[in-house]
């Protein structure tokens, strides 16, 4: 079983993490780090496919 992740992302198992690359002063991160993920996703789903297909719902 594994243990969760204390990074809060997944981490690259094939070598250095990608977070580790980037330059965290970069404005579009630190954009990303500030967004409401998880309230976009809340609010977006009632448009999207109930299979996760990537694809609009039909009845949007």
């Not at 969760?4 to 990608?18: A, C, K, R, V």
């Not at 993920?37 to 990537?54: H, I, M, N, Q």
Request: proline letters at 8%.
């Amino acid at each position: 079983m594994l243990t969760p992740s204390s990074t809060g992302h997944q981490t690259n198992f094939l070598g250095i993490d990608l977070l580790l690359q980037l330059d965290l002063r970069d404005p579009l991160l630190r954009l990303a780090q500030v967004v409401p993920w998880s309230e976009l996703d809340r609010v977006f789903a009632k448009t999207t496919a109930k299979a996760r297909t990537g694809h609009p719902s039909p009845s949007a």
